[in-house]
């Protein structure tokens, strides 16, 4: 009788999770697919801001440095995100701002002809300024809710664990039918089916949604922090400029570990701030990427840590891990078409759970 209990209570926290957050988790689901293929759809609908053509010398980064923040004079930071794409790629640069509201957070972007100096296009990634994806992006993780909605986010992925948890043990007797094929769907009736489409992709999912879910709440983490709550209604200081050259800074960092392929370029404005570039090696997968990086004095050049994934501590590699296992960018375009699809699970998970709780309710 106990056990009968206890079954139902864990039923009816699976139950009521999924019934609440359903929705949102839907759209995070459906946003996360959209984005595994960031890169290629930029590429292909917003050509005109991607694309350059290669003729005549390229400006130096601190032609480019210079150029943005006398455009933006009150910057949070500034990060160089495509610096090892092709020549015929823009360079795009992610624009940390800061609106002094809470429920806005404030990223933008802006891309620059490299040949020319042009500014291709610029904005905040939260009115469509630079585009629908970019739009999608910042959705993705704080639902254009500034840093509560970020907070949420972590909620609802939160949920979406506990929610997971719950059903394993609930269903604990059928993942072992699910995973031998020894559970067919039924499509006698409507009811059936979503019952056992419910399960079905609930196990098949399940270790994927976990991994995803438990690194997006983790990565959100920093919403829970009242530091992070002030900062953003508090005025961004007026820029404070590299005192050294960031181009000389940048080749100084890849000699420093050669054979880096660079893949984020954050550049201060702001005192407390550090030069870093970061990447992965040539042999190396990009699921270790994070774990690759050089920081530099600003002001004055001197380098102050250069670490190798190789090298770091367990938690720290743990750590490093939690980006690029969120985003699948580590295994090829198989993995991510498993990410676009596992991306898509929530929506349907919810879908197929509202028409048992639809069903019972009824009867």
């Known amino acids: 009788m106990k056990r009968v209990v206890i079954y139902r209570r864990l039923f009816s ?8 957050t359903g929705f949102f988790l839907l759209l995070i689901g459906l946003s996360g697919s959209v984005l595994v293929f960031k890169e290629e759809l930029e590429s292909a609908i917003y050509s005109d801001y991607t694309k350059v053509n290669p003729k005549g010398k390229m400006m130096s980064l601190d032609s480019i440095y210079k150029m943005i923040t006398d455009k933006y ?18 360079y795009q640069f992610r624009l940390y701002l800061n609106d002094e509201r809470l429920s806005s957070y404030d990223l933008g972007t802006i891309n620059i002809d490299q040949y020319t100096g042009k500014i291709i296009r610029s904005g905040r990634s939260d ?8 739009w999608i992006y910042q959705f993705h993780f704080s639902l254009h809710l500034g840093t509560p909605g970020a907070a949420l986010t972590a909620v609802f992925g939160l949920a979406m664990l506990t929610s997971i948890l719950t059903g394993i043990m609930v ?11 020894k559970v067919r769907i039924r499509t006698h009736n409507w009811r059936i089916f979503s019952s056992q489409l419910h399960r079905v992709v609930g196990v098949w999912s399940l270790l994927f949604n976990i991994l995803i879910f438990f690194t997006g709440f983790w990565m959100n983490l920093f919403a829970f922090e009242p530091e992070s709550w002030k900062k953003e209604t508090l005025p961004t200081p007026q820029n404070t400029l590299l005192k050294i050259s960031p181009e000389h800074m940048y080749h100084e960092a890849l000699s420093k570990l050669p054979g880096l392929v660079p893949a984020y370029v954050y550049l201060p404005t702001q005192p407390d701030k550090k030069f870093s570039v970061r990447g992965r090696f040539k042999d190396q997968n990009s699921l270790f990427a994070e774990g690759n990086s ?5 002001q004055t050049g001197e380098v102050s840590a250069v670490t190798r994934f190789e090298d770091l501590p367990f938690w720290d590699k743990a750590e490093a891990l939690v980006f690029p296992l969120h985003i699948g960018n580590y295994g090829g375009v198989p993995v991510r078409i498993l990410y676009v699809i596992i991306g898509l699970t929530p929506g349907l998970l919810g879908i197929t759970g509202f028409l048992m709780w639809r069903r019972r309710k009824t009867r």
């Open 13 to 20: 926290i699976h139950k009521w999770l999924g019934l609440v």
């Open 73 to 90: 004079p009150h910057l949070d930071g500034l990060a160089w995100v495509n610096p090892a794409a092709p020549p015929t790629h823009s």
């Open 127 to 134: 009115d469509l300024e630079v585009g629908w994806i970019e």
């Open 171 to 181: 269903y604990r007797k059928f993942i072992w039918k699910v995973l031998l094929f």
């Open 294 to 298: 050089i920081t530099m004095d600003p």
